[in-house]
């Protein structure tokens, strides 16, 4: 059974930083895209950032330059390093993988609350 395990979320300061982590587990298939979405409340889910396999990024406008995907292949898990982070941030980030074979598997969510 597939299982994406997300973890880091939390409440932070304007300014200030959170790691995300997503680790997979169960998926028999090679994984091709590792990304993460957001969906804040009474919004529509968005792409924020997402990687392949071969390292290449695609960031949403308004995260560029705050924020690093990254992922480790060997271990199935794909990170966000999210800095100088905004109360427009706020939201529930969910982790998306999608393998070879075109199945997708989504995360349960984690909260990431920006405020003072």
């Known amino acids: 059974q597939v299982q994406l395990v997300e973890s880091g979320g939390g409440l932070v300061q304007p300014g200030g930083s959170l790691r995300l982590s997503c680790a997979a587990s169960g998926i028999r298939f090679t994984i091709s895209v590792m990304g993460w979405y957001r969906q804040a409340p009474g919004k529509q889910r968005e792409l924020v950032a997402a990687i392949t396999r071969a390292g290449e990024t695609n960031y949403q406008d308004s995260v560029k330059g705050r924020f690093t995907i990254s992922r480790d292949n060997g271990k199935n898990t794909v990170y966000l390093q999210m800095n100088s982070l905004k109360p427009e941030d706020t939201a529930v980030y969910f982790c998306?993988?999608?393998?070879?074979?075109?199945?997708?598997?989504w995360g349960q969510g984690t909260q990431v609350t920006v405020s003072s």
């Open positions: 998306r993988i999608d393998v070879v074979v075109g199945n997708v598997y």
